[in-house]
């Protein structure tokens, strides 16, 4: 990203560079919560500091559960409930 910045904005000085994450959300069970609260509201939240390196499945299980499919047998039933305190 720094070497695309200086290309971009060749007179910049940059003095120093860090990373952070964005978010980590932490879930009770352990696994994300992929669940539907209503008719219209569906939820696919805490990564549990994993999100980087399953978001694709976790995009794609959401996405199922919007269109009202079932997730596959690999996961059991309640895998993905959501849990409020």
Known sequence: MVGMLEQMVPAIEIRSVATRP?????T???A????RLSDRVGVAVGGNAWGIMTSEEIGR???AMSRGQEF???YGAGTFRAIFA
Do not use: F, N, W
């Not at 964005?22 to 932490?26: D, P, R």
């Not at 994300?32 to 669940?35: G, M, S, T």
């Open 22 to 26: 964005c978010m980590t959300a932490y």
């Open 72 to 74: 596959g047998a690999e």
């Open 32 to 35: 994300p919560y992929i669940d």
């Open 28 to 30: 009770a069970s352990g």
């Open 61 to 63: 299980l959401a996405a």
